[in-house]
C-alpha cells in the first residue's frame, strides 16, 4: 500500500519551523529598532496574543466583533474613514482595529474614536493566533493592501471567519515574492471571500497568486479618499517658521519621509540654489525621526546652519541662525507641507519604494519626487498622467527642477492646482469598497458566543 503524505499539514509544519528559525534570528535587530523608536513596551505583549484584564473584559463586553488590520500609519489612514463608513451600513457590530508599529497605535489613537478597541497584531506564530481570534471571536477579518500570514489565514478558515483584502496591491517586489512560494499562498488566496482591488494591474495579479476571479473587484486605490485637503492643525508650521527667523519671501522647501543619502542631496542642492536664487529655507522631516542626529550632521557638511525641531520648545536656538529646520518630532509632516512652496516626496531618490505622494498633492501643493516610486506605481501613473506632479531622476535633475519651478511663480501654481485637481478627480474608492464588503456574510449581530 502506497504511503500518502498529506501536503498541507507537511506545509503547515515546514513554515511554522522556519517563520519560528526567521523570528529568533531577527528578534534583536527588530526589538533594537522598537526600542530606538520609544514607548514599545506598552502592549508589547498583545504581539504574542496576550491581554491584560481591563481589554479581555472590553472585549468580551463588546458586541459582535469586526476586525481590521492595518500595518502602520499609511494603512491607518486609511482604515479609520472606512470604518466609520462600514459602521453606517452594518449598525449593531462592535469595531477593532489592531496595527503593527508603535507610530501606527499612535496614529491609531489620534483619529479613532473611543468606541474602537485597539491591539497590536499578533505575530504569525499559531499559538500567538488562536489566542487572538479565541477572545476576539470576529465575525470578519479586513486586510488592509497586502498583510497575509499564513497562520492567521488557516485559523480565520478553520473557524469559518470571513477574510478579506482591502485596498489590495502588489509592488513589483511582493509579486515576485509571492510567486516564489505560490505552493504556500494559492490556496490561502483562493479562500479569501472578498479581494477589492486598487488598479487592473493589481487584479491580475492577484488572480495569477490564486485569489478566485469571481472575488475580486477594482475597486480603485482608497488612498484618494483617505487623504485630506486641509492639514491637522497639530502644529502651527507658518508660525513656528516665523518664529525662528525664516523671511516672509522666503522660498520653503519641505522635504517629507526622507531617507538615508536623500538628506545630504537636498542639503547640497538647496546650498547651490541660495546661491542664485536668494532666500531659500529647508524644511527636513524625516521618516524615522531617530535619525535627527545623522541627519543634521549631513545637512552641516554641506554648510546649511541646521535646527532641530526637538530644541525649539527648550529654547536652545537662536532665531535667524538656521537656514534649515530638522523635524525630529512625529505627526507633523502634513502641518509642514501646508506651510511649504514647493515639496519633495523621499525614499524616492536614493532607495526605492517611495512615500505617500497624495498627502502634499490634497493639499494643492506642487510636488516632486524620485523616479524609485514602486510601492505607488499606480499612485505616480495617475499623477503623471495628469501633469500633477514633477519626477526627477538624478539629483543634477533636481537641483535643475527645483530651480526652474522657483523662478517660475504661475508654473508652481499651475502644478499645486493640478495636484489638487487630480485628487478630486480620482475619489469614490471607498464608497466602492464598502459596497463590495457589504455583500460578505457576517451574520446577524446577535450576541457574541
Given at each position: 500500500m502506497a504511503l500518502v503524505i498529506?501536503?498541507?499539514p507537511l506545509i503547515r509544519f515546514g513554515y511554522n519551523v522556519l517563520f519560528a528559525v526567521f523570528f529568533f534570528l531577527s528578534a534583536p535587530y527588530y526589538l533594537w529598532k522598537?526600542?530606538?523608536?520609544?514607548?514599545?513596551?506598552?502592549?508589547f505583549m498583545q504581539r504574542f496574543g496576550c491581554y491584560d484584564t481591563e481589554l479581555r473584559k472590553r472585549i468580551e463586553a463588546a458586541g459582535p466583533i469586526i476586525w481590521i488590520h492595518a500595518v502602520s500609519v499609511g494603512e491607518v489612514n486609511q482604515c479609520v474613514p472606512l470604518q466609520r463608513e462600514l459602521q453606517?451600513?452594518?449598525p449593531g457590530y462592535a469595531w477593532l482595529i489592531s496595527t503593527t508599529t508603535a507610530t501606527g497605535m499612535a496614529e491609531l489613537c489620534r483619529k479613532s474614536g473611543g468606541d474602537v478597541i485597539k491591539i497590536y497584531y499578533p505575530t504569525d506564530f499559531a499559538g500567538s493566533v488562536r489566542r487572538a481570534l479565541r477572545l476576539i471571536e470576529p465575525r470578519m477579518l479586513l486586510l488592509v493592501e497586502a498583510e497575509v500570514w499564513p497562520n492567521m489565514m488557516w485559523a480565520a478558515r478553520c473557524r469559518e471567519i470571513p477574510v478579506a483584502l482591502v485596498n489590495a496591491r502588489l509592488s513589483d517586489r511582493s509579486y515576485a515574492r509571492y510567486r516564489k512560494v505560490k505552493f504556500l499562498f494559492a490556496q490561502l488566496f483562493g479562500s479569501l471571500e472578498t479581494v477589492c482591488a486598487?488598479?487592473?494591474?493589481?487584479?491580475?495579479?492577484?488572480?495569477?497568486?490564486?485569489c478566485r476571479p469571481e472575488r475580486i473587484t477594482l475597486t480603485g486605490n482608497i488612498k484618494f479618499d483617505a487623504v485630506s485637503t486641509t492639514p491637522p492643525g497639530r502644529v502651527d508650521a507658518a508660525a513656528m517658521l516665523e518664529r525662528i527667523g525664516v523671511h516672509a519671501d522666503a522660498k520653503v522647501i519641505v522635504a517629507g519621509s526622507t531617507h538615508d543619502g536623500e538628506e545630504e542631496i537636498l542639503a547640497r542642492v538647496c546650498s547651490m540654489l541660495r546661491k542664485s536664487l536668494g532666500n531659500i529655507f529647508l524644511v527636513i522631516v524625516p521618516r524615522h525621526m531617530e535619525r535627527g542626529a545623522r541627519v543634521q550632521s549631513a545637512v552641516e557638511e554641506q554648510g546649511l546652519l541646521p535646527l532641530r525641531r526637538s530644541r525649539i520648545d527648550s529654547g536652545d536656538w537662536t532665531a535667524g541662525g538656521t537656514n534649515c529646520l530638522i523635524v525630529d518630532t512625529t505627526g507633523e509632516l502634513v502641518d509642514f507641507y501646508a506651510a511649504a512652496d514647493l515639496i519633495f516626496v523621499g525614499k524616492s531618490l536614493k532607495s526605492g519604494g517611495g512615500q505617500n505622494p497624495l498627502e502634499p498633492a490634497a493639499l494643492g501643493k506642487p510636488v516632486i519626487f524620485g523616479d524609485k516610486m514602486?510601492?505607488?506605481?499606480?499612485?505616480?501613473r495617475i499623477l503623471?498622467?495628469?501633469?500633477?506632479?514633477r519626477v526627477v531622476r538624478s539629483e543634477l535633475d533636481l537641483?535643475?527642477?527645483?530651480?526652474?519651478?522657483?523662478e517660475n511663480e504661475s508654473e508652481l501654481s499651475s502644478l499645486g492646482e493640478a495636484a489638487a485637481r487630480c485628487i478630486a478627480e480620482n475619489r469614490g474608492s471607498l464608497g466602492r469598497t464598502v459596497d463590495a464588503l457589504e455583500n460578505i456574510r457576517v451574520g446577524e449581530p446577535e450576541k457574541r458566543g
Open positions: 498529506q501536503r498541507g522598537m526600542v530606538r523608536r520609544g514607548n514599545w513596551r506598552k502592549g453606517k451600513r452594518l486598487q488598479s487592473e494591474g493589481d487584479l491580475a495579479r492577484w488572480q495569477e497568486l490564486g514602486a510601492n505607488f506605481r499606480d499612485i505616480v503623471v498622467g495628469s501633469n500633477a506632479v537641483r535643475s527642477t527645483i530651480g526652474k519651478l522657483l
